[in-house]
């Protein structure tokens, strides 16, 4: 989970625009640019509606009203306005980036499947939507419990048709900035899938046009359980950019 919301963070400065001269190997990670978004008020809200528990609608409603200025989508503003709890029908990213906790907490697949589909249906309810959150659990699920990464691709492949077979290389210079589940899984799983680090991972987002905090996001999240950590001194990172830490 923490790699996640440090992916969140780190892609946050990079989501629009870049400087003159950006090397995605160099640029510093964390900087005065840098805050937190939505995909780190949602990745909380999921936590908070597991261990409280209360459904995941509730919990994205709260949290999404407590942090009303975190740069939610116009679809998901209108959901939290409207108070409901029934899907829009969206098969954007945003169930896919809030799920990190998911594949960490529970012990089985069929859990994990289960809870990110629940998770996803009362806002993405779109089958691109709910694909999106369920993927994304189950390669954390994965990646913890020891998967090898051709073992969590073939499973991606098999069961959910993201085509991850093209390398960043050839993916780069036709990635653009895309908020569709469909347009970012495949970015993302694929900047996990080439990574040697935490950090490598998130490098790879940065070299991406694309929705880099959400990208970061679920590629973190993703690269954390594998590599069993980020590397970085996660706590400090949060105490810093992170208006009220203890909701962690």
């Not at 009303?68 to 306005?81: C, E, I, N």
């Amino acid at each position: 989970m923490y790699g996640a919301i440090l992916g969140d963070i780190a892609g946050s400065r990079f989501e629009f625009s870049r400087p003159n001269g950006f090397n995605p190997k160099k640029e510093q990670l964390f900087a005065g640019g840098c805050f937190y978004t939505d995909d780190t008020v949602m990745t909380i809200a999921t936590k908070y509606a597991i261990l409280k528990p209360v459904s995941y609608a509730k919990a994205y409603g709260t949290f999404g009203r407590k942090y009303p200025a975190a740069g939610y989508g116009t679809m998901f503003k209108h959901w939290l306005d409207s108070y409901s709890e029934k899907g829009y029908n969206s098969y954007g990213n945003g169930a896919a980036m809030r799920v990190s906790f998911i594949g960490e907490y529970f012990e089985t697949m069929e859990e994990v499947l289960q809870e990110a589909e629940k998770s996803a249906i009362c806002t993405h309810n779109h089958p691109e939507g709910i694909k999106g959150a369920v993927s994304t659990a189950a390669c954390v699920f994965m990646a913890r419990k020891g998967y090898s990464k051709k073992e969590i691709q073939k499973y991606v492949e098999k069961n959910f048709r993201y085509r991850l077979y093209n390398p960043l290389c050839f993916m780069r210079p036709f990635t653009k900035f895309d908020i569709t589940s469909m347009g970012t899984m495949p970015v993302a799983i694929r900047c996990f899938l080439e990574s040697e680090s935490w950090e490598d991972c998130i490098r790879n987002v940065f070299s991406m046009k694309c929705d880099t905090d959400t990208v970061g996001c679920i590629a973190g999240g993703i690269a954390d359980a594998y590599y069993h950590g980020t590397g970085f001194d996660e706590k400090q990172i949060l105490r810093k950019y992170l208006v009220r830490p203890t909701a962690i």
